[in-house]
């Protein structure tokens, strides 16, 4: 595994390139780079636990007779992961979860959002205690559409990309480089969280969005990848892919023949030779130092 890459630079526009990074000690040469978007661009990770938290403290202030609200909770991820385990999909986040049970056969005509209401009712309904005395004023189907509406609401507004991350992909597209998003999950609820880091840039940055969904091929399958290189008209060794995930980015990137860029903010460990990225880095901004910004397609004016 490679160690933090580390240069000098005063700023993104007068970077001075570094002579050794990464596995390869050298810059990477690409011309379009890709990034994942759940806990890469976004921070899923903050926004379901900043969810979480509001789910507990309406079911307190609301509904007193659940003893611990996080019970609730706990169940309704449990349902989630259960869903993903059934179908042997590799998750590494509740929405690819929640794609994975989207495609059972006893669901296939039912969205995420209505898929994950009725795990709320089912969370809702194993929580409340038996000898209560209110449970059978209780409307279950009512506690689960608040804790859903609390908790999908709470999540969106979590999901923007940080300013200085912004800035970044700005100033990577004024150098010229190709854009995209590659995300696994359903497009229904991917695409919510696509428009919300859409409205932070300006227009047509990403030269194309890939949700998994929309294919019912999600990553590492190197299939995913190659439906990106195709949209973007690249080579796979001109395309870079940026993802938290070494067994979804890191693992497919590798399959299919791309630069491979792990963000490890968490400084994790992976040992996996499949695994293995070409660069490994802790922040997006990182970017500016292992990727050589001279060979971009184009120039900016
Ligand atoms: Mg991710």
Known sequence: MSGNPVAPHDSFGSFSPVSSVGNSGALLRVSAIVFDLDNTLIDTVGADKCAFERVHSTL???YPVFPHPSHVTDTFKMLLSSGAELMSVDCDDIDNSA???STS????QKSCHEMRFEMWCEAVE???PPDSNAKKSLDPSRIAALCNSVWSKTRAAGFNIAPQDAILLERLKQRGFKLAILTNGPKDVQQIKVNSVLDHLSPGI???VVISGEYSIHKPDPRIFETVTQQLNTT???TAIVGDSPDTDILGGNFAGWKTIWFNPDKRVC???SRKPHVEIQSLSDLALVIDLNHAPQKAL
């Not at 056969?105 to 296939?108: C, H």
């Open 126 to 128: 194993r929580n409340i």
């Open 60 to 62: 307190h202030s609301n």
């Open 236 to 238: 796979p060794s001109q």
């Open 99 to 101: 794609s994975s049970t």
């Open 105 to 108: 056969s006893s669901a296939k």
């Open 206 to 208: 990403f030269d194309c």
């Open 271 to 273: 040992d996996s030779l």
